[in-house]
């Protein structure tokens, strides 16, 4: 048997109010015939109408093809798409197949964790925003005319293979630094106790680890 919208909703209130004139009657009332040590109806509000849903088809994509495509691409049927911007006359687009004017980038260092070196009296510090390490003087003190103290050296480049690591390890005894990625991969790169620029790791962990 089919319902119709205006009456099932009309079932629905009918069986809230059921629930709540139950759970009202079965409550204890205190003097002033309020009841008390359970939850009571305070409010009936009617669902809004929303309309009927459509599911979002690609364009001359039947529902054949969305069935037929292979569980690791869904996404098979959008194709490949044009980037459109919009243009200074309204309503008209353009599309944008030029390369960019200009690289917008942050170069200040943004630190997610530091080390101590106690053999050399260094600092590491992990630069998440360039991916880097950067290694300062441990008793380095900033003068009041400058806006910050640079690093000794700094550790960095796509040789290093330094991404968005977030933990430093300095060993005590032979000053082998580990650095630790914490996003996208799973690995562990070693360098030795005074590497400069971009210099490969002497030795990379591969583990398998939760961001």
């Not at 003097?31 to 305070?42: D, Q």
Request: proline share 6%; net charge negative.
């Amino acid at each position: 048997m089919r319902v119709g919208r205006k009456e099932g909703r009309r079932v629905f209130l009918a069986a809230v109010m059921a629930i709540a004139m139950a759970i009202f009657g079965s409550s204890r009332v205190d003097r002033h015939g309020n009841p008390t040590g359970s939850a009571r109806l305070v409010s009936i509000e009617e669902l809004r109408d929303v309309g009927d849903m459509c599911l979002w088809e690609p364009d001359s994509a039947g529902s054949h093809r969305i069935a037929a495509l292979p569980e690791d691409n869904l996404f098979a049927a959008l194709g490949e798409r044009s980037v459109y911007a919009a243009s200074q006359d309204a309503g008209r687009t353009i599309e944008v197949t030029r390369p960019p004017v200009r690289y917008i980038r942050d170069l200040d260092p943004i630190y997610s964790y530091v080390a101590v070196d106690t053999r050399r009296n260094e600092v590491f510090m992990q630069d998440a925003n360039t991916w880097s390490i950067r290694v300062f003087n441990r008793l380095d003190n900033t003068p009041p005319s400058a806006d910050r103290t640079e690093a000794k050296r700094v550790i960095g480049g796509p040789k290093t293979d330094i991404q968005f690591n977030t933990c430093i390890y300095v060993d005590p005894k032979n000053g082998d630094i580990y650095t630790v990625e914490n996003d996208i991969g799973d690995s562990i790169v070693l360098f030795s106790e005074d590497p400069e620029g971009d210099v490969a790791p002497i030795r990379k962990l591969k583990v398998t680890h939760r961001a």
